[in-house]
């Protein structure tokens, strides 16, 4: 074989070719061609994607990638979101804002999500970056308005300040006059999240007026429906809204100026907000419906007739958030209306009754599927499925790519025929070939998992909850899903052996989460002695996994990658199993 | 007529040409306003003099080659010429790229050396299109480079120094947690300690691996019967609640509504020692020798770890799966594994885990 001479190309031309690939995939792939592409990549990435804040350090990232300008980090598990993660598990960013602040002193852009951030992390960040721009706190806690007022007053140039689903201590609705009357330069404001109700509106609209580029604003509860028009009229070239309370007594003139303040914002494509809304309002917004491409409404106790007239003014509508008072009639409706739609997530406004409240079931969902040729991601809690409907939405939609299915009551089965639920998911992970993202529920059984095995290879995320009979299940996915990066499974009979069998699976994997499942202290101790690559944390709020039997099952198991070895920053609760550390405590 | 001669009569004409010679030695005159176009020609021209005839031809960089020299000029000729609409430009710039990866890796070269910054764009975008998407094979099969990387390159090892502040921090919470077990130790030696049996009997193992799995569906963990247990203080209102709330953190397909939402609220149960860090500071000089005694075996028993070693390569054979491999896989993590994990010896100074020992 003829050895071929390397294209060889100057640094600066390669950099150059790289600037031009952006995505995190790519350039993952590029630094992994060989040793020159790799140094010169690294020097020339700007942005970084941590998956996992545990799984590398952030002085290993600072030394591989020198010239980093924007980070983001993702901290605790997706489960944490129903509460299965106890508090202080971990996923601080401090560390990783202490060690920047020195070494990436141009940072200018941190987006985090499921994270821990101190006031002392926010008034760091507001120190150590002089050209900070963008701060996106996604799902994070930890912090309070005090932290938000040291980014107010000393980031110049700030251009994001996003906190969505965040839970902030709101100690004071002044934090927004620590913008100083310079910061000109806001793009993004989300403050949706702060549920105090003294949100200080004067220094709000002065920020809103100054700031002519700012194209997204969401406003928190606090902000009454007749503030809206004001605000509105300051900002003209919003893109995406936010209102705050939508409920107000009908008053005409209130009704017209809100109407107004409406048409007036040409460029508005998204709305959201919409605490508590009083229907008599939804027409104010008709003029900007035939232009809204994305509109939440999952916090609106509207009822169906209001929601159906309201949809079906919005003919380019692509994404919808909605309550189950959509019910099917809606959901009809929607399908004949938005053809445009992608994304559909109807959530459920009484989940702990026991009877079904609304007329919502598995029609609906057939319906969107049948009607809207573009949908490709869909998150639905309902009360009753069939093997049927699945069949048929996977047969109308094969190119569905996220599919979250809730039925509310766990191991509920085909209510026709009384079945199991596996055929219709299997219907699923067979036509959808591109399904990347996928949630089960209802009465499944190991034959569901050995679909998903067989037919699920693009699958990067699964989540199971109350679901198969034993190991095989377990198997079955670790073993046939090759694109697997996520995975986290609750109260499930899956034990020892299909993890251990598939130990090497889990180092291809970002991270595998398992509560109230079969898995023995002594199968976690195994994996943690065997596996150096993964570290295995076994969470139990109650008392230690090794007052028990070795074959007891562990309460919560969380195991992930990491070239960074086991953490140092656990709380008692939490044991990361291992060869030479033990039980690391 | 001569060259000089035409030089006389038509200065102007002759004036209109520039003169490249390339690294071969070859020299070509080329019409002025399409060399120009070339920050470095024009450079040379208007700095330095150069190009106004044969003997005073410009010295291209050694990356421009004949070949890559045509490509060029054909791209200046046509782009040099003001009327053009962007359509057209555009439009010729998408057949123009079209070649085979190897020229345009040349011309994208002799393009950065020439400073013809349009021309380096479009060419490394082509280039930047060909790398997306690609396996880290495939891009070095395409541009025929080198693999050159280690494994422990590409895996970014782990740091072993013995003065890394994490490992001193490690061995004082190690230190705490021995002490901590030692003292729940002596507790339970002044009761009655009950027999620890392993609640499975080997008949149920054995019937499992056989294929009976009516066990297997009972497992109950008694946990779980927690949360079942229903809130007692529902906040239902209608409009914002906690229900809402934990919707709106985008609950997927998994009754967590319903089962879980109570969990976040249960009371952690008195757990003690908190990981204060600072208290752990002064614990490590006290118990430096109290650990002589503290060899606590919390390895796992080895005649269970065999057990499960049976019964794992049971059920995986049963599968069908490619055990072997991966037992040999999951073995081989063990020996050639290098050593970066550090351990308390019984006198608390550290010690490396030589492998062998772990079996």
Request: aromatic residues 8%; hydrophobic residues 35%.
């Amino acid at each position: 074989m003829q050895k071929k001479m390397a294209y060889s190309f100057p640094d600066e031309v390669l950099e150059q070719v790289f600037s031009f690939i952006q995505s995190d995939k790519d350039r993952n792939a590029v630094s992994l061609v060989c040793k020159s592409w790799d140094e010169i990549e690294r020097w020339c990435r700007r942005k970084v994607f941590i998956g996992n804040c545990y799984a590398v350090s952030p002085r290993m990232v600072i030394r591989r990638f020198p010239e980093v300008r924007s980070i983001k980090l993702k901290g605790k598990p997706h489960f944490a979101d129903f509460n299965l993660v106890p508090d202080g598990w971990g996923g601080y960013v401090l560390p990783w804002i202490a060690e920047m602040a020195g070494a990436y002193p141009w940072l200018e852009e941190i987006r985090l999500k499921r994270m821990v951030v101190t006031d002392e992390s926010l008034e760091l960040i507001a120190k150590s970056f002089k050209n900070f721009k963008v701060l996106v706190l996604f799902s994070c806690e930890g912090f309070s308005t005090d932290g938000l007022a040291a980014i107010a007053a000393s980031c110049k140039n700030l251009r994001e300040l996003d906190l969505r689903e965040s839970e902030v201590d709101d100690l004071s609705g002044h934090w927004l006059a620590h913008f100083p009357e310079t910061c000109t330069s806001l793009v993004s404001l989300n403050i949706s999240c702060l549920r105090s109700d003294e949100v200080s509106f004067s220094a709000l609209e002065r920020l809103v007026g100054r700031c002519p580029n700012l194209r997204s604003l969401r406003l928190n509860r606090a902000v009454t429906l007749d503030k809206i028009a004001n605000i509105l009229r300051r900002a003209p070239q919003l893109v995406d809204f936010g209102t705050g309370y939508y409920a107000a007594e009908l008053q005409p003139d209130v009704f017209s100026n809100l109407a107004g303040a409406f048409s007036s914002c040409k460029e508005l494509k998204s709305l959201s907000g919409f605490w508590d809304v009083v229907p008599a309002y939804l027409p104010a917004l008709y003029s900007i419906c035939p232009r809204l491409t994305s509109l939440n409404l999952s916090y609106a106790t509207i009822q169906s007739p209001d929601l159906i007239k309201l949809v079906s003014h919005c003919p380019r509508l692509q994404r919808l958030l909605v309550l189950d008072y959509v019910e099917d009639s809606g959901l009809e409706e929607l399908a004949s209306s938005c053809k445009d739609l992608q994304e559909l997530r109807v959530f459920p406004s009484d989940p702990f009754g026991a009877e079904p409240n609304v007329s919502l079931t598995e029609q609906g969902l057939v319906a969107v599927s049948l009607g809207c040729p573009k949908l490709r991601s869909v998150l639905y809690f309902c009360r009753r499925m069939s093997n049927a409907a699945l069949v048929t939405i996977a047969q109308n939609r094969p190119n569905l790519t996220r599919f979250r299915l809730c039925i509310i009551e766990p191991k509920t089965p085909d209510y026709l025929t009384l079945e199991p639920l596996d055929v219709g998911f299997g219907a699923i992970v067979e036509h959808c070939k591109d399904l990347r993202r996928l949630s089960l529920s209802g009465l499944l059984t190991d034959h569901v998992f050995e679909y998903i095995g067989t037919y699920g290879k693009k699958l990067e995320m699964l989540s199971v909850a109350f679901a198969g009979d034993s190991d095989l299940g377990l198997h079955h996915v670790l073993s046939g899903c090759e694109s697997l990066r996520k995975l986290e499974i609750r109260d499930c009979p899956f034990g020892d052996k299909a993890l251990l069998a598939n130990a090497a699976k889990l180092e291809t994997m970002r991270s595998l989460w398992m509560s109230s499942c079969a898995v023995s202290f002594g199968a976690c101790k195994l994996l943690g002695q065997k596996m150096p690559k993964l570290n295995v944390e076994v969470i139990d709020e109650t008392e230690p996994p090794d007052s028990r039997p070795e074959s007891c099952p562990v309460d919560k198991l969380y195991i992930y990658r990491s070239v960074a070895g086991p953490r140092f920053d656990m709380p008692p609760f939490v044991w990361t199993m291992g060869e030479a550390v033990r039980i690391l405590h | 007529m001569s060259e000089v001669d035409m030089a006389v009569i038509k200065p102007e004409m002759m004036k209109s040409y520039i003169w490249l010679q390339t690294a071969d030695g070859s020299i070509q005159q080329v019409e002025q306003e399409v060399a120009m176009f070339c920050p470095m020609i024009c450079h040379e021209v208007i700095q330095k003099g150069m190009g106004s005839s044969k003997n005073y031809a410009i010295s291209l960089p050694q990356r421009v080659n004949p070949a890559m020299l045509s490509l060029i000029l054909d791209y200046c000729r046509f782009h040099q010429v003001p009327g053009r609409s962007n359509k057209e430009r555009k439009s010729f710039d998408e057949k123009f790229i079209r070649m085979d990866t190897k020229r345009l890796c040349e011309l994208t070269s002799a393009a950065d050396s020439l400073q013809l910054k349009p021309l380096v764009d479009l060419t490394s975008r082509a280039l930047a299109r060909i790398i997306e998407g690609k396996s880290p094979e495939e891009i070095r099969e395409i541009f025929h480079l080198p693999d050159d990387l280690t494994e422990e390159e590409k895996l970014e090892p782990l740091k072993n120094t013995t003065d890394d502040p994490r490992i001193r921090l490690l061995n004082r919470l190690y230190a705490k947690k021995r002490k901590e077990l030692k003292e729940r130790q002596k507790l339970k030696n002044i009761e009655v300690e009950e027999e620890r049996v392993d609640d499975r009997s080997v008949d149920d193992l054995l019937s499992f691996i056989n294929g009976d799995n009516g066990d297997s569906k009972g497992i109950k963990n008694s946990k779980s019967k927690k949360k079942n247990r229903r809130r007692k203080d529902q906040q239902k209102n209608t409009s914002a609640n906690e229900a809402i709330k934990n919707h709106n953190k985008e609950p997927n397909g998994l009754n967590q509504v319903c089962h879980s939402a109570e969990v976040g609220q249960k009371v952690r149960a008195g757990v003690g020692a908190t990981s204060n860090l600072h208290d752990v500071e002064d614990d490590i000089f006290d118990n430096k020798n109290e650990l002589d005694d503290g060899d606590i075996d919390d390895e796992i028993d080895p005649a269970l770890k065999e057990k499960i070693d049976r019964e794992v390569e049971d059920f995986a054979r049963r599968l069908n799966s490619d055990w072997p491999e991966r037992m040999q896989e999951i073995l081989s993590f063990g020996h050639e594994r290098k050593p970066v994990h550090f351990s308390l010896n019984g006198n608390g100074s550290l010690r490396r885990y030589a492998n062998s020992e772990q079996r």
